[in-house]
């Protein structure tokens, strides 16, 4: 966790918002020369969306959607729960990077290896969300895309068993913005959810990552919206607004009679326009649900437009607070957003928030929200430019050729950045 | 079946049932949303506490809640007013998606009945709404307490969903101590049992109905009265034939819109199959404010009003 120094911004030259060495502007510009033997300037080009932008080259062109699996994974890392305790002594990715460049031990390397682990399969899922999307001809990929990390995070953090899914002790999880299903599907596959479904399909018999090819398919496994019955899935949602009244049911029952679990929810920052998810966070505080655990989206675009624009939801973390929630958040006043570098992206902090607001929660006794900043879009650099265009359609041939080189350029620095530490 | 309650009841005193339901069965939630008192339920909160869960003014979020209550291998009782029951029409519909769950959206203070709070808490298209939502089983609209509680029973003991609708009115046991109330059969009074003309009446108006067929007596005209709680799924074919043998004209009376998906529409297939006339007492559009009696008296549903109907009916 941070120092108390950090926490006041002094001693550190971070942004405290982007998590970026305050003076990343001039080192990106000097990115060109050492990039290939300063990995946290390499991974700082990694992590600007943009970077890629515009690049083609190396990959040929694959219209017809390519599914990767766990067997593609190259990264791998000695020891999660030794790496999880290491990484709490940072705010963000780049304090842990920047910690292990100067003084490389083998904590840091076992804690920088589980993150490029993690940063590898968020580009595999997102990935496998727009494959999913393009097969299907539709679905919604901004908020796919902006949900990556925060799923892949919660999944590794939650108390769950892939290989028996109904494990009555299990945390609770509730996809509020059920629509955002891509990025769950490709997430819930990747956790081994679907490894243990058979489902016939056309002539086929499915399971594991080849059922993302039925999503929103005439007679597919996988539907439009999040819907009881998939496997891994807790609760139906689509309709915006009723996951936290679902998460708050678990946890009250929890609380009497599995105290160890704990109700996840995530939610969109759109979604909080919805009157129910008042209600509901009314009855979290009241009834001291320590056990539940929201976390925002907020990548700030709705279906037609920037979230502040259509109607102004903020500041998030303050309506919360007022409702008698503890607070995490990155800490960047929502008239400041810019792209990108958000703390929803970042796999430390969503770590350490993750496992703080277990703590605080039973502590405290009473439900933590965590403000998690994202793009809409995020890792598609015409995605996170397009604003509200990219919420729910699916690209053509030749917008998913270019969002998949630069997703392919992603997952190349990303390995690349691997074989360096 | 349960003692039989001679006294006079309203149907939503139910209610009172709860703590017995839940002594027996200790996976039975009961949730509110700021009525408890009108609901009858203070006597379930505070011998359950845990289990009686005050939702405060908050209908959707009461609704999405007891979806999750369920999900977590509970029978849950939903209970509010009926008019606000269908502010969660939504939520209802989104928690049937996918599983089936033992969820009882139990409303009360249903149709103009509930009198003096004017059309605001008057509801008059809440059976349609809920026959129109995938997400509820059965729809049901009891006559009077012995049957609202023996419904509830055997809602209970079904892995299914229900709205059950309850009147604030009170009324004296209509059905008789013999009879075994079940989902999807309705009861056929023996008096006139030889007339071609039937009142199906469901809910408060059973009593205007019977009512009703004692002044078409003193007239000289005999009349039949059924009663029918079960409004979805529509009563099968047979119960229906069984009901209306040998009539000529069906009268449907339901304290909802007429035309709304209620009683009148629930029937109106099978009694066009069958090819039997049907004319139709209830409400045409909003209600206003006014004493139940007065109500009734006003848009003819009141057992002189109905007598006034039925002999149009048969003049035209």
Same mark, same amino acid.
């Given at each position: ?15 405290? %918002? ?44 694959? !219209? ?29 990715? %780049?304090?842990?990077?920047?910690? %292990? ?58 108390? %769950? ?188 902090f969503l770590i350490n928030a993750l496992v703080r607001a277990k703590e605080i929660g039973r502590e405290k006794n009473v439900p933590v929200v965590i403000v998690a900043d994202t793009d809409k879009g995020h890792g598609v650099s015409f995605m996170v430019e397009g604003k509200g265009e990219w919420h729910g359609k699916a690209p053509n041939d030749e917008l998913y050729d270019k969002a998949m080189a630069e997703l392919q350029? !992603? ?11 | ?153 055997q809602l209970l003991q079904e892995n299914r969903t229900a709205y059950m609708r309850t009147y604030r009115q009170p009324v004296s046991p209509l059905l008789p101590q013999n009879y075994e109330p079940k989902i999807g059969r309705g009861f056929l009074f023996p008096q006139n ?124």
């Amino acid at each position: 966790m941070p120092t108390e120094n950090q926490q006041k911004g002094k001693g550190r030259e971070f942004n405290p %918002h982007s998590g970026l060495p305050s003076n990343s502007s001039n080192l990106l510009i000097q990115l060109t020369e050492d990039v290939h033997t300063d990995i946290l300037k390499m991974f700082i080009r990694f992590d600007m969306y943009n970077q890629f932008k515009g690049s083609t080259n190396c990959y040929s062109m694959q !219209s017809s959607p390519v599914y990767l699996k766990r067997s593609d994974i190259k990264t791998a890392f000695e020891n999660k729960q030794d790496a999880i305790s290491f990484m709490k002594n940072f705010q963000n990715e %780049h304090e842990l990077l920047e910690y %292990h460049q100067s003084k490389t031990t083998t904590e840091s390397r076992n804690a920088v290896k589980y993150l490029l682990h993690l940063k590898e399969i968020a580009v595999i899922n997102r990935i496998n969300s727009l494959a999913q999307i393009k097969d299907a001809g539709s679905g919604h990929p901004g908020g796919s895309l902006s949900e990556t990390e925060i799923l892949l995070v919660l999944y590794e953090i939650m108390r %769950h068993k892939p290989a028996d899914s109904d494990w009555m002790e299990r945390d609770r999880f509730v996809m509020s913005k059920g629509h955002a299903t891509p990025g769950l599907y490709a997430q819930l596959a990747m956790c081994g959810y679907f490894d243990h479904v058979s489902c016939s399909f056309g002539s086929e018999i499915l399971s594991g990552f080849d059922l993302l090819r039925t999503f929103r398919k005439d007679d597919g496994y996988l539907p439009g919206h999040v819907k009881v019955g998939v496997a891994g899935i807790d609760a139906s949602t689509g309709s915006l607004g009723t996951g936290l009244s679902i998460a708050n049911a678990f946890a009250y029952v929890m609380k009497k009679e599995m105290p160890e679990a704990t109700a996840f929810v995530l939610m969109g920052d759109g979604e909080l326009q919805e009157g129910q998810i008042t209600e509901a966070c009314t009855f979290s505080s009241h009834y001291n649900l320590g056990n539940v655990i929201a976390i925002i989206d907020n990548n700030g675009v709705q279906n037609d437009f920037e979230t502040h624009m259509t109607k102004n939801i903020n500041p998030i973390g303050d309506k919360f607070r007022a409702a008698g929630w503890e607070v995490i958040s990155g800490g960047m006043k929502w008239e400041e957003r810019q792209t990108p570098f958000r703390n929803g992206h970042d796999i430390v902090f969503l770590i350490n928030a993750l496992v703080r607001a277990k703590e605080i929660g039973r502590e405290k006794n009473v439900p933590v929200v965590i403000v998690a900043d994202t793009d809409k879009g995020h890792g598609v650099s015409f995605m996170v430019e397009g604003k509200g265009e990219w919420h729910g359609k699916a690209p053509n041939d030749e917008l998913y050729d270019k969002a998949m080189a630069e997703l392919q350029e !992603s997952l190349r620095m990303v390995r690349e950045l691997y074989a360096k530490i | 079946m349960q003692k039989y309650n001679t006294a006079k009841a309203a149907t939503r005193d139910v209610g009172n049932e709860y703590v017995d339901l839940m002594a027996a069965d200790e996976n039975l939630y009961v949730v509110n949303a700021d009525l408890s008192d009108s609901l009858k339920i203070r006597k379930a909160k505070n011998a359950y506490p845990g289990r009686t869960i005050e939702m405060g003014i908050s209908e959707q979020d009461m609704i999405s809640f007891s979806y999750g209550l369920a999900l977590m291998g509970k029978k849950v009782i939903v209970n509010t007013f009926a008019q606000f029951m269908q502010r969660g029409w939504d939520q209802i519909y989104q928690s049937g998606r996918g599983k089936k769950l033992n969820i009882i959206y139990r409303a009360t203070h249903a149709g103009i009945g509930v009198g003096q709070d004017g059309e605001s808490a008057q509801a008059i298209g809440d059976l349609g709404a809920m026959r129109a939502n995938a997400g509820i089983d059965y729809v049901l609209d009891p006559v009077d307490y012995n049957e609202a509680v023996e419904l509830l029973r055997q809602l209970l003991q079904e892995n299914r969903t229900a709205y059950m609708r309850t009147y604030r009115q009170p009324v004296s046991p209509l059905l008789p101590q013999n009879y075994e109330p079940k989902i999807g059969r309705g009861f056929l009074f023996p008096q006139n049992i030889n007339s071609s003309i039937i009142i199906i009446a469901s809910g408060s108006m059973l009593e205007q109905a019977l009512k009703a067929q004692s002044l078409l007596e003193s007239s000289g005209i005999k009349i039949k009265v059924a009663a029918l709680s079960t409004i979805k799924p529509s009563p099968d074919a047979g119960e229906v034939k069984r009901l209306v043998e040998n009539s000529n004209l069906v009268i449907t009376a339901e304290d909802h819109l007429k035309y709304g998906g209620g009683l009148g529409d629930a029937l109106a297939p099978a009694l066009n199959k069958l090819g039997i006339r049907q004319k139709r007492i209830g409400m045409d559009s909003y209600g206003t404010t006014g004493t139940p009696e007065g109500l009734y008296k006003k848009y003819g549903m009141d057992a002189e009003g109905i007598t006034r109907q039925v002999k149009e009916f048969l003049n035209k």
